[in-house]
């Protein structure tokens, strides 16, 4: 599956789900969803396949896109969520838009 539909496909999943996907990260790029091993790691099949930790779904639902789903569009939340898997932090544009919608 591509990384922009296990993005905008999150209200399917489970959050006890993790998105690895291959590098370079974009729309693009060939991802799924898996269980991390007991101790949060990524399976050694999936790291052998090319696969790398992009980010867990309860984090995508619940600090990235918690109330603000229904202000981004579809490529608006694909944006917020690579950025914020490449840079631990969410991008500037989305900070303003939280400003003004007072979440």
Same mark, same amino acid.
């Given at each position: 599956?591509? $990384?922009?539909?296990?993005? $905008?496909? $999150?209200?399917?999943?489970?959050?006890?789900?993790?998105?690895?996907? /291959?590098?370079?990260?974009?729309?693009?790029?060939?991802?799924?969803?898996?269980? $991390?091993? =007991?101790?949060?790691?990524?399976? %050694?099949? =999936?790291?052998?396949?090319?696969? =790398?930790? !992009?980010?867990?779904? %309860?984090?995508? /639902?619940?600090?990235?896109?918690?109330?603000?789903?229904?202000?981004?569009?579809?490529?608006?939340?694909?944006?917020?969520?690579?950025?914020?898997?490449?840079?631990? %932090?969410?991008?500037?544009? !989305?900070? =303003?838009?939280?400003?003004? /919608?007072?979440?």
């Amino acid at each position: 599956m591509k $990384l922009r539909d296990a993005i $905008l496909s $999150l209200d399917w999943f489970s959050n006890e789900l993790c998105i690895v996907a /291959k590098q370079p990260w974009t729309t693009e790029s060939e991802s799924k969803l898996i269980m $991390l091993t =007991e101790d949060g790691r990524v399976p %050694a099949d =999936e790291v052998s396949d090319g696969y =790398e930790y !992009f980010l867990e779904v %309860a984090i995508i /639902k619940d600090e990235l896109l918690d109330h603000m789903k229904d202000f981004l569009t579809p490529s608006q939340r694909i944006e917020l969520v690579i950025h914020y898997a490449e840079n631990d %932090a969410t991008p500037e544009w !989305f900070n =303003e838009l939280c400003s003004s /919608k007072r979440v």
